[in-house]
């Protein structure tokens, strides 16, 4: 019966995302002289198309929750209005293209050229052959590997003044809903999605499945932002990061401004906040933002104008 | 303790084990690679139904036999490597490492050179046909996609799909012999049998190059459909298959006029393909739609199309039609 509806799913998908891009891409493509991007811009209209579907199930799903079990009375429907630009770009993978344009040559010049040397990189499958074998078990191990870089990554990103310039827009939000996972400037994109392409380079994880990793994750860190007062237990709280796990995070004060520049880092899996000493497990919903908006800092309020306030702060590390 | 049982419970294993047996040894598969999920799809070639999917590594790509035909080569092109497997059976027998990035790959006719293509990161490799050890690894920008050979095993002419341009590689030497510009996004190479002439399918246009690789000189373009991409000779030593990803076509070309004698509506992309000994059905991978297709080459209908893994590529089964 599952394995049946499984099947009808994919089988249906496979039907739309074929018709989508036959009828709409690839005969674009082919005028603009560009077919020799067919199998990247393939893969890009699933990212589309997924993303499409991805966002009205978060907007139906999520956005009862929110009005159901809400953390807190939230009434500024402007303030969020930017977070759905965000995420539409991300989600609907015109950011994630633009990364990956610039990216991908630097990547593949650097790994072509280690060829040249006779370097070959490395891949986690040939210490862990079984892998080959278990496309789950290979897709959990390089979960854990990425989620493990991402925490240290976010750290730095509240460590390092340069980096907290840029990060600080991603918690200027004051009415953090499940929109609010993609609100990032857009160096702040760049220099994490950099980092992860070249993880990505050292261990071996191909394209397609770095793709499915992030679609895949996605929706917990939209869920981890959500307006909800939600945890996930005595045990799941260690699990999995639950909405009031990284609320905490977010928490004026308390989350991402302590004496150790902050708690609950953790993207996913909460055992790296825990064994590296910043959990915080407190069940407490406190509300959002940063300290210094509480002095009048301006962080913008629409798109262009936090990315422009976000490079004001980056010149301002340098030159104060 | 029953000995009847016993008895009967041992004969009738045997009896299975028999016809378990005598089903594989009847049941021919074709195995086709998912290179958008990594894996491969065995189908039964007499009942059209997938019978069996597992993982292969990362982005397989394109297959080839081994020349002695024992084993078919599955080129992994993220994962740096080859996999070798039974041709019979789809078995996995044998993986073959540092390889590097193999897009596409080919033995030259007499068997002496491996040469792997790297369309990712603009290389090609050269290796002992024998025992896979790299001899040289030269640089083809931009983007070598597919690879053909001259009749005396002298020559490797690969596209280069990125900067529209048919590359001639000198084996004997390793290195570069001479370059010319093509059509838009070479991808095809086959040569004819009189070792004339080099066809290029240009999946950027819609057309096949003809070119005197001798002289280097275009002789004819041959129209074919939109994005004409990949070929398969029909085993008479005269008919060629090129497939046209755009229009959704596949096309007969008599190589001795050097014209189109018919077309084929192939929907979903149609990409690789294998055909009968006999000649009567040809089996085509659909890129677009996740598909198998199956055409009677009688009726140029479609038999059936068979829901397989992501962004299907290369296929192959071993009764297939002569690669002349």
């Known amino acids: 019966m599952f394995d049946a509806l499984t099947s009808f799913v994919t089988e249906q998908f496979a039907a739309l995302h074929g018709h989508v891009f036959e009828t709409g891409v690839l005969p674009v493509l082919h005028e603009l002289g560009l077919g020799g991007y067919a199998e990247q811009a393939f893969d890009g209209t699933e990212f589309f198309l997924i993303g499409a579907i991805e966002v009205t199930m978060l907007a139906v799903v999520f956005g009862l929750l929110e009005k159901w079990y809400p953390a807190e009375v939230q009434s500024d429907d402007g303030a969020k209005r930017v977070d759905v630009i965000y995420t539409m770009l991300h989600r609907l993978g015109f950011i994630p293209l633009l990364m990956f344009l610039l990216l991908a040559p630097v990547v593949d010049k650097l790994d072509g050229a280690l060829r040249m040397h006779d370097i070959i990189p490395w891949k986690l499958e040939d210490a862990l052959p079984f892998l080959n074998d278990s496309p789950w078990l290979s897709f959990f191990f390089y979960l854990v590997i990425l989620d493990f870089v991402a925490y240290w990554l976010h750290r730095a990103q509240h460590q390092i003044n340069l980096w907290w310039a840029l990060h600080s827009l991603h918690h200027s939000q004051r009415q953090m809903s499940f929109w609010s996972d993609d609100r990032n400037h857009l160096l702040d994109d760049f220099v994490m999605d950099g980092a992860f392409a070249l993880v990505a380079l050292l261990i071996g994880v191909a394209p397609a499945q770095f793709v499915t990793i992030v679609i895949a994750t996605r929706v917990i860190e939209s869920l981890s932002h959500a307006n909800l007062k939600v945890s996930f237990g005595r045990i799941g709280e260690y699990l999995l990061v639950s909405p009031r796990f990284h609320r905490f995070h977010h928490g004026i004060g308390v989350g991402h401004e302590g004496v150790t520049r902050g708690v609950n880092f953790a993207v996913l899996f909460p055992i790296w906040d825990v064994l590296f000493r910043t959990a915080n497990f407190e069940n407490n919903y406190p509300p959002t933002g940063i300290r210094d908006q509480l002095d009048g800092k301006e962080y913008g309020r629409g798109f262009w104008a936090q990315q422009w306030l976000g490079l004001q702060r980056l010149v301002h590390v340098f030159l104060p | ?218 002789v004819k373009k041959i129209t074919t459909g939109k994005g004409a991409h990949n070929f398969l000779p029909m085993g008479d030593g005269n008919r060629l298959l090129v ?53 009677d080459m009688v009726t140029k209908k479609i038999v059936k199309q068979i829901p397989v893994g992501k962004s299907p590529h290369g296929i192959y089964f071993a009764s297939h039609a002569a690669r002349k």
Request: net charge neutral; aromatic share 8%.
């Open chain 2, 1 to 218: 303790m029953n000995f009847r049982l016993l008895k009967s419970i041992v004969i009738l294993g045997l009896a299975a084990a028999f016809n378990l047996h005598s089903m594989s040894s009847h049941a021919e598969v074709v195995v086709v690679l998912n290179s958008g999920e990594g894996t491969v799809s065995l189908i039964d070639k007499t009942t059209m139904v997938e019978t069996k999917r597992f993982p292969v590594g990362k982005e397989p790509h394109h297959l080839m036999a081994t020349p002695d035909d024992r084993f078919l080569i599955v080129a992994n092109a993220t994962s740096n490597e080859l996999v070798f497997l039974d041709p019979l059976t789809g078995e996995v027998k044998r993986r073959v490492d540092k390889i590097s990035d193999p897009y596409q790959i080919g033995f030259s006719p007499d068997k002496k050179w491996f040469v792997s293509v790297s369309l990712r990161l603009d290389r090609i490799d050269i290796y002992n046909g024998a025992d896979f050890s790299l001899i040289k690894r030269l640089l083809a920008p931009k983007a070598p996609s597919h690879v053909g050979f001259n009749g005396d095993s002298s020559l490797a002419f690969i596209t280069l799909q990125d900067s529209n341009e048919l590359a001639a590689f000198d084996l004997n030497t390793q290195s570069l012999k001479w370059k010319m510009p093509v059509g838009k996004m070479p991808a095809g190479v086959w040569l004819t049998p009189d070792d004339k002439y080099a066809l290029i399918g240009m999946t950027g246009e819609d057309y096949v190059q003809v070119i005197d690789w001798r002289t280097q000189k275009t």
């Open chain 2, 243 to 295: 497939s046209n990803r755009v229009s959704n076509t596949v096309n007969i070309i008599d190589q001795s006029t050097l014209a189109v004698i018919d077309t084929i509506d192939v929907p979903g992309g149609p990409d690789c393909m294998e055909l009968t000994k006999d000649g009567k059905q040809l089996w085509v991978t659909s890129r677009w739609i996740k598909k198998v297709t199956i055409v």
